[in-house]
């Protein structure tokens, strides 16, 4: 089968871990058959660089011409004094606005040989930590409107949330659906005691149960949520909810598993041509030193592979693998302890091609 693959290198340290993907995409096609055509996109710092704007319309054009994209995390340091509209972040909100991609899909798994690493009780990760985090990624508060004004003398600033029953009704029908293939448990998170747009979600989500009555539906204020990810992770199986609280509580939820090195995310909307990419940051004080963790990335390409390519086999053989690279006890410096051994971003690469 081929493909063709967008590769958004990133910033900082990113090319490294988007480089040892692209190695373990490679050995995955030259195993199974398929052929994967990779194309150069420019986004976020390096797009500012080499062309003066976070995400130019000829790197979107490509974008959309591809079957997938595959994402380094973007940003840093030396591009955080630029204006707002000229920062490496606008050419993401960009891209998925472009692309069409309304729903961000990011798991919270803990992998059991990472379970002391979780700064969670040992009786609290014990009980599991499996849950997924399907997030409104192109409405809300981020893509409404933006105001700094000035009101008797004083400088007022005002952030719009509009959301529409189309926008919440398709983000939900992924959550109900992501449900079914799971343990059909869903809680959608809000604020409607105060909110107009949250109640406008508990109209549309009572409206779409009703379509998935093997679906076990509950709601939770945001609050709520947050404290009961600490406190009871394992209550949870699919949260779904509006672009705002989803960043904060997918964010949150990475850090209860251990490392958020090892978190991959998907982010996709009506047709097939995703954007995968780890969740963590371009991490500017390790670039360039063999010691960011490439798993993220490397599950990233996995989930792509899962729900883009229609490959559920090579996607396990990635996972698989990784699994069989943590029991041996090897561990990059961010999920490091004692016992194990320490090894780089190529390293551990190596290891997990070898497992494939």
């Known amino acids: 089968m081929k493909k063709k693959i967008g590769v958004i290198r990133g910033d900082c340290s990113s090319p490294e871990i988007v480089a040892q993907t692209l190695r373990v995409l490679d050995r995955i096609a030259e195993k199974h058959g398929h052929e994967f055509e990779y194309t150069k996109i420019l986004m976020g710092g390096e797009a500012i660089d080499e062309m003066g704007e976070p995400l130019p319309q000829s790197q979107l054009e490509l974008c959309l011409q591809q079957d997938s994209v595959l994402l380094g995390a973007i940003g840093g340091p030396k591009w955080e004094g630029l204006p707002g509209p000229m920062r490496p972040e606008k050419g993401l909100l960009a891209l998925r606005a472009g692309m069409g991609l309304y729903s961000n899909n990011r798991p919270a798994k803990i992998w059991p040989q990472l379970a002391a690493a979780s700064p969670l009780k040992k009786e609290i990760v014990d009980k599991g930590i499996d849950f997924i985090i399907v997030r409104e990624l ?24 509009p959301y529409s029953e189309h926008e919440i009704e398709r983000i939900g029908r992924i959550g109900f659906e992501t449900a079914m293939k799971r343990r059909k448990k869903l809680c959608m998170v809000d604020k409607h005691n105060v909110l107009e747009t949250s109640r406008l979600w508990v109209k549309v989500f009572d409206r779409l149960k009703k379509e998935y009555p093997e679906v076990e539906y509950s709601t939770m204020f945001v609050d709520n949520c947050a404290m ?72 990233s390409a996995a989930m792509m592979l899962r729900f883009s390519f229609d490959m559920p086999a090579e996607a396990d053989e990635i996972e698989q693998a990784v699994n069989a690279v943590l029991d041996q006890g090897l561990r990059t410096a961010d ?22």
């Open 228 to 299: 009961q990810i600490c406190k009871d992770p394992a209550q949870f199986d699919v949260i779904v909810t509006e672009n705002l609280f989803g960043d904060i509580l997918s964010d949150e939820a990475s850090e209860i598993t251990g490392s958020i090195g090892m978190i991959p995310s998907s982010s996709l909307g009506s047709t097939k041509n995703g954007l995968y990419e780890p969740i963590h940051g371009s991490a500017p004080d390790i670039a360039g030193k063999n010691i960011v963790n490439p798993i993220a990335c490397i599950l």
């Open 335 to 356: 999920m490091m302890s004692e016992g194990m051994k320490r090894v780089g971003t190529k390293e551990m690469t190596d290891a997990i091609l070898a497992q494939i």
């Open 138 to 161: 192109i409405g809300g508060a981020y893509f409404g409107r933006h105001e700094l004004y000035e009101n008797e003398g004083e400088l007022c600033a005002l952030d719009t949330m």
